[in-house]
């Protein structure tokens, strides 16, 4: 199972909006709506921030929000904050019921 | 409150073995899908696979992987706890290691454990 293909950075200023792509098949991306977005600062377990394409779990601040769009599941982050600097993760489920994960963007805060 | 407890930190030499454990609480563990993923120095989250803490059953990834074959997951009931047992270790297999509990049906992480390093060094 290839790892889902997501740019390794992205740099905004604050207040600004960014997206992150994440590239899989249709055997994961575009099979399921069970694609997952992760927050994980460093030396820290990763967060969830966006279950099932759009849904945001209780407590994650409304500016972040996920879509999809054929195999590709897009992360938006809207009004950037400084927290907000940190490596993002998205996760599909598979067609084989695996876990497959992107390979990570550092975002940076500029 | 639910919670996912690892156990320590570990130091092992190539060709061993080692078995990290991940206690949970707080929810009806056998409700869950414990998974394990792994985060080498600098690199990212890689999925190392799956158990059923209510069947047992286990899944992993079907590709011709180092940990193919040497990842052996397990789980006692009884104390709530799944274990992650990892063999013919190298230098490679240094990492992090998270155990993470999915509700079954559901296809995202719900909750994670706090992480094990284990460093494999002669």
């Known amino acids: 199972q290839s790892a889902l293909t997501q740019p390794a950075s992205v740099s905004a200023s604050p207040g600004q909006s960014i997206t992150i792509s994440c590239t899989g098949t249709s055997s994961d991306v575009g099979g399921y709506n069970y694609v997952s977005w992760y927050q994980q600062y460093p030396g820290k377990a990763p967060k969830l921030m966006i279950s099932d394409v759009t849904k945001r779990p209780s407590g994650v601040s409304n500016r972040f929000s996920g879509s999809k769009s054929g195999n590709t599941a897009s992360l938006t982050i809207s009004g950037l904050q400084a927290e907000d600097e940190a490596d993002y993760y998205c996760c599909s489920f598979t067609t084989r019921s695996t876990l497959v994960f992107g390979g990570g963007t550092k975002l940076t805060v500029l | 409150q639910e919670q996912l407890v690892q156990s320590g930190a570990e130091v092992k030499k190539p060709g061993a073995s080692v078995k990290v454990s991940c206690k949970t609480s707080?929810?009806?563990?056998?409700?869950?899908?414990i998974h394990w993923v792994r985060q080498a120095p600098g690199q990212g989250l890689e999925w190392m696979g799956w158990i059923s803490a209510n069947s047992g059953d286990t899944k992993s990834p079907q590709t011709l992987r180092d940990f193919q074959g040497r990842v052996t997951l397990t789980r006692d009931t009884s104390i709530s706890t799944a274990y992650m047992e990892l063999s013919r270790l190298t230098s490679d297999d240094t990492a992090v290691y998270y155990c993470?509990?999915?509700?079954?049906?559901?296809?995202?992480?719900?909750?994670w454990g706090q992480g094990t390093l284990v460093t494999v060094s002669s």
């Open positions: 707080g929810y009806t563990f056998t409700g869950y899908f």
């Open positions: 993470a509990a999915v509700i079954a049906g559901q296809g995202h992480i719900d909750y």
